[in-house]
């Protein structure tokens, strides 16, 4: 088959909610100036939730919309698998994606991406997307700041940083990404299937990574992700057994979650992903795998495990990585204690010294509705600063580098924003540092106008008293290097670990 761009193929693979099934769907078929393909998986168990997807489906009377149903009830993996399969034997486009049921496309966000594809129809294209926490209240919207640039990257460098425990949103998991049909092709005669295992979405990253020499990161977020209380992996990693969670896990094809991970049956997110690379890593064409950082690997198991929210499993996790790590397990939970706290006086710092954030957060919305309306009408201009791109690639975009500009797409996109917006920035970093300044010395200066006043009050003496304890002070302060706050922390750690 050419590999020129026709149309885009979209599937969206959903089981027993088809309230966000529908509200997928529209978001789809709302697209503007798009060639699209779209088809619906139903693989509900409840009946009810089966009619009333179908219904709607058969009620529309837009062609490009397709309802299918496995004749028997999958698995997720499995189900994906089927899906892809009969999707691929339906439709006659060169480009897939899947777009689970909790995800939404933002408003006429597919012109861009068709434009990507068409110029570069053999890479897989990732993007971003926008987030809204939606599992307690008030209901809050993570907008992502955004270039609008277009990047290449090298699979290498994406996997050399998962084995450093290291994550990127660039990584193409296809509810992320557009894939060309050759390159499912290929997955499908290297493996007999498309997924594999418990988390098909990085399991398919990774195959893709070992196949492909690079992957093209379309920095702009074209997605809205929300259901967070309803979402499989996201209830399992947090320790939520709702009903959702319990289908997952009663429907895997191992008893035992992250069975090829270093570590078995740690219900944590890093686990999770470092099993999908274990488990890619044996099958691989390449020798673009490396070995995983066993020192950052176990820090990041033992930094989620104490932190795990459901304190049954927790103490459960805890005696497995006791079991595993022995008396070393104390010195991991020290380092993940003085790691948590690194990292927050990090993040402090950053926001002190740097006056964008990445994420736009808006925290006002009585409901979840209310937070989609918001994120798919509201307007963004692209930026120019190319540090986010950093934290979504894994490098900073150089010409030699593993992440690089394709400067040929996309520049009229920031063209007229860049100037403007840096000018911003700068402007507002300097009034920060004057007002930094300007407040030190207002209050150096009145600590030397009150001294009259605290003489005549309380004489000489006790003023010269108190000029000492506050030099005594401020001179332990000095040698604390802010050891102290984190003093609890490591003890109470300790203390947790030999319990």
């Known amino acids: 088959m050419s590999l020129d761009y026709k149309n885009l193929l979209i599937v969206i693979p959903t089981r027993n909610r088809a309230e966000l099934a529908i509200n997928a769907i529209n978001s789809v078929l709302s697209q503007e100036n798009c060639e699209l393909e779209l088809i619906v998986s139903d693989n509900s168990t409840d009946e009810a939730e089966v009619s009333r997807l179908a219904d709607y489906v058969h009620q529309s009377d837009d062609k490009r919309l397709r309802y299918i149903r ?119 005669e290297k493996y007999g299937n498309y997924f594999f295992s418990i988390s098909p979405d990085y399991n398919l990253a990774f195959r893709s990574l070992d196949l492909e020499e690079s992957i093209l990161y379309y920095d702009r977020p074209l997605l809205i992700s929300y259901g967070n209380n309803r979402s499989n992996g996201w209830n399992v990693l947090q320790g939520n057994f709702n009903q959702d969670a319990l289908d997952f896990i009663k429907n895997l094809s191992s008893t035992e979650i992250c069975f090829d991970s270093p570590v078995k049956a740690i219900w944590v997110l890093p686990n999770a992903i470092i099993h999908e690379y274990c488990c890619a890593k044996p099958h691989a064409v390449s020798d673009k795998f490396s070995e995983i950082n066993q020192k950052k690997y176990l820090l990041s198991l033992v930094e989620n495990v104490i932190s795990y929210k459901n304190e049954t499993m927790r103490i459960e996790m805890l005696k497995k990585l006791r079991a595993a790590l022995g008396s ?172």
């Open 328 to 499: 070393d397990l104390t010195k991991y939970h020290a380092q993940a204690a003085i790691e948590h706290k690194r990292r927050g006086l990090k993040i402090r710092l950053h926001n002190l010294t740097n006056s964008a954030s990445p994420y736009l957060l808006k925290t006002n919305f009585e409901n979840v509705e209310d937070a989609i309306n918001f994120a798919t009408a509201s307007p963004r201009q692209p930026v120019s600063d190319f540090r986010l791109i950093e934290d979504r690639t894994g490098a900073k975009p150089t010409k030699q580098g593993p992440v690089k500009v394709l400067k040929d797409f996309s520049e009229d996109e920031v063209s007229d924003f860049p100037a403007v917006w840096m000018f911003k920035k700068i402007y507002s970093t300097k009034v920060n540092v004057i007002a930094n300044f300007v407040g030190n010395f207002w209050i150096a200066f009145l600590s030397i106008v009150f001294v009259p006043i605290y003489l005549h009050y309380i004489g000489i003496e006790s003023y010269g008293l108190i000029g000492i304890f506050s030099s005594i002070q401020a001179f332990i302060i000095l040698l604390d290097f802010g050891l102290s706050p984190t003093l609890p922390v490591i003890s109470q750690e300790i203390v947790r670990a030999r319990m």
């Open 70 to 188: 496995p004749p028997k009830i999958l698995p997720m993996t499995e189900h994906w698998n089927w899906a892809m399969q009969q999707a691929l034997e339906i439709s006659q486009s060169n480009h897939i994606t899947f777009l689970t049921d909790r995800l939404l496309f933002a408003k006429n966000c597919l012109q861009n991406l068709q434009s990507i594809l068409t110029k570069y129809p053999a890479k897989i294209v990732s993007y971003t997307f926008d987030s809204i926490e939606d599992s307690k209240t008030p209901v809050s919207l993570s907008q992502v700041r955004y270039t609008g640039k277009l990047f290449e990257i090298e699979s290498a460098s994406v996997l050399k940083l998962y084995a450093e425990m290291e994550r990127i949103q660039a990584l193409p998991k296809m509810l992320n990404s557009v894939a060309p049909r050759e390159l499912m092709t290929k997955i499908f």
